[in-house]
């Protein structure tokens, strides 16, 4: 038992020892850097700095309100009287192999038709 005294007095010896010798270092260039910072005044901008880097803001025209046609019933019965006329697409060219297929069921049946067989090269 004595033998675990005197080992446990010696470790905290040693530990105290090494608590006290433990000096703190100063860092040099972080305390230069902090000074700097706190020492740093920026230079007052100029009261037209602004000059040249920002356009001039203008409003844009106010929109001017349509003007209504004179004799708004006249055409009102020309436009319901006038006869639409489709324009007429114009039809793909198909090659002579291809059909034309126009619609969803005759795309569909289109795609479940059988492929021709080609010839097998040796």
Do not use: C, W
Request: without cysteine; hydrophobic residues 35%; proline residues 10%.
């Amino acid at each position: 038992m004595s033998f675990l005294r005197q080992a446990t007095t010696a470790a905290r010896a040693v530990s105290r020892s090494f608590a006290s010798t433990a000096v703190p270092r100063k860092d040099l260039v972080q305390d230069l850097y902090i000074r700097e910072l706190r020492s740093y005044k920026p230079a007052p901008l100029a009261k037209d700095a602004h000059v040249g880097n920002v356009k001039q803001y203008s409003l844009p025209p106010a929109p001017k309100a349509p003007a209504l046609p004179s004799d708004l019933a006249s055409e009102l019965s020309a436009y319901d009287a006038a006869d639409p006329v489709p324009a007429e697409a114009e039809k793909p060219a198909t090659t002579s192999s291809e059909e034309s297929i126009t619609g969803a069921d005759a795309y569909l049946s289109f795609l479940e038709q059988d492929l021709p067989k080609e010839e097998e090269h040796h």
